[in-house]
C-alpha cells in the first residue's frame, strides 16, 4: 500500500520565468530538454526554440509544416549538439544544431505509425517511443537504422530513460506499465521481452528518473490515477517504496550531488515537490505556475530545473545545491 507523507515542507520561487505561448497541453508528450552545452530546447507547437542559458539567447531551429506537425517530442543527444525531432507524423528529425543543419529523417512505415512522444539516445542509438505502442532502437550512423522494434506496451509509449550505464532501457505507457530492457537483449536482436514488467502504477507512466549515486535504482511517477512515486530495483525487479503525491505526477529529476528527488504535479497545486532520499520525506515545495507542470529538465551542471507548464511559462528554480555549495554547507554544520 501506498504511504503518504504530509510533512511541513519550505516554499522555493523561481530564479527566472520565459513566456511559452500555445505550448501542447499534452501529459504524454516530452517537448523540454537541457543540453550538456547549456541549451534549452522546448517544442512550440509546430516550432522547437532553442534557449542559450550561458548568454541568455534564443533562436528558432525549426518549424515544421501542418502535414507533419506539431512537435511531440524532442531530447538531445548526449554530445550537446544533436537534437532528436519527434513529429505528429510519425518522423523523426535529427538535427546539428550548432550548423543548424537538418542531418536526415528516420523514416515511417519501417518504424513508427502514430505520433512519436518519447525519445531517448545511448550514444549512437535513438531510442523512440509512439502512440502504437512501440520501441524502436535506431543506430543513426547507419542507412537501415533500425537495430530492434517492440510492441510491449497496450497504450502511447510516452516515457522513455535510459540507465547512465547505457545497459537498461525504462518505458512507460499509456497502459499503467513500466518496462525494463536489457542492452544486451536488444544489441542481439533477440525477442525474447523485456527483463521486468511493473504493473502496480494506476495510470499512465511518464515520469522516469534513474538514480546517478545508486545503481539499478528507478523512480517512477504515475499520472491522475495514480498519483504515485515508486522506486524499483531494477536488477531484483523489487519495488522499494511507493508513496502518494497526491496529485498527478509529470516528470522526475535526482539531485547529481545529493539524495533528493524532484517531481513535477498537476492538479492541484501544480508544484514541484523536493523529496529526501530514502526517507521520502518532503522538503519544498516550489510553487508559481498556475497550470499543471507538463515536462521538467535539469543544467548540465545539475543545480537548476527548468519546467514547462500549461500555464504558457516556463520557469527556472535553483533547486539543487552545487557539488561546493554542499562542501562548504557541510563544513559549516562541523564547525558549530
Known amino acids: 500500500m501506498a504511504k503518504s507523507t504530509n510533512n511541513s515542507s519550505q516554499d522555493i520561487t523561481y530564479?527566472?520565468?520565459?513566456d511559452a505561448p500555445y505550448i501542447?497541453?499534452?501529459f504524454y508528450l516530452n517537448l523540454l530538454d537541457w543540453s550538456s552545452r547549456n541549451v534549452v530546447g522546448i517544442a512550440i507547437e509546430n516550432s522547437v526554440y532553442l534557449w542559450n542559458a550561458s548568454d541568455t539567447s534564443s533562436s528558432e531551429l525549426v518549424t515544421v509544416d501542418d502535414q507533419h506537425g506539431p512537435v511531440t517530442s524532442i531530447n538531445w543527444a548526449q554530445d550537446g549538439c544533436h537534437l532528436a525531432v519527434g513529429l505528429n507524423n510519425s518522423l523523426?528529425?535529427?538535427?546539428d544544431?550548432?550548423?543548424k543543419k537538418q542531418l536526415r529523417t528516420l523514416k515511417a512505415g519501417h518504424s513508427h505509425?502514430?505520433?512519436v512522444g518519447s525519445l531517448a539516445w545511448n550514444n549512437h542509438i535513438l531510442t523512440t517511443g509512439g502512440m502504437d505502442g512501440k520501441i524502436v532502437n535506431n543506430d543513426v550512423r547507419v542507412r537501415s537504422h533500425i537495430v530492434e522494434s517492440f510492441r510491449a506496451h497496450k497504450g502511447e509509449v510516452c516515457g522513455l530513460k535510459w540507465s547512465p550505464s547505457g545497459k537498461q532501457l525504462a518505458s512507460g505507457g499509456s497502459d499503467s506499465v513500466v518496462h525494463i530492457w536489457d542492452s544486451s537483449v536488444v544489441s542481439s536482436n533477440s525477442r525474447t521481452g523485456w527483463l521486468h514488467r511493473f504493473n502496480e502504477h494506476k495510470a499512465a507512466v511518464k515520469a522516469l528518473a534513474w538514480c546517478?549515486?545508486?545503481a539499478n535504482l528507478l523512480a517512477s511517477g504515475g499520472g491522475g490515477g495514480d498519483r504515485c512515486i515508486k522506486l524499483w530495483n531494477t536488477h531484483t525487479g523489487a519495488r522499494l517504496d511507493s508513496v502518494d503525491t497526491g496529485s498527478q505526477v509529470s516528470g522526475l529529476l535526482w539531485n547529481q550531488n545529493e539524495r533528493e528527488l524532484l517531481s513535477s504535479h498537476g492538479f492541484t497545486e501544480n508544484q514541484l515537490t523536493l523529496w529526501s532520499y530514502p526517507s521520502m520525506v518532503r522538503m519544498?515545495?516550489?510553487r508559481?505556475?498556475?497550470s499543471r507542470v507538463l515536462c521538467m529538465a535539469q543544467s548540465p551542471d545539475g543545480c537548476t530545473v527548468a519546467s514547462a507548464s500549461a500555464d504558457e511559462t516556463l520557469r527556472f528554480w535553483n533547486v539543487f545545491r552545487s557539488p561546493t555549495s554542499a562542501c562548504k554547507a557541510a563544513a559549516a554544520e562541523t564547525d558549530k
Open 15 to 18: 530564479e527566472r520565468i520565459l
Open 24 to 26: 501542447l497541453d499534452d
Open 92 to 95: 523523426v528529425q535529427i538535427w
Open 97 to 99: 544544431t550548432t550548423a
Open 113 to 115: 505509425r502514430a505520433r
Open 212 to 214: 546517478p549515486f545508486q
Open 284 to 286: 519544498a515545495e516550489l
Open 288 to 290: 508559481g505556475h498556475t
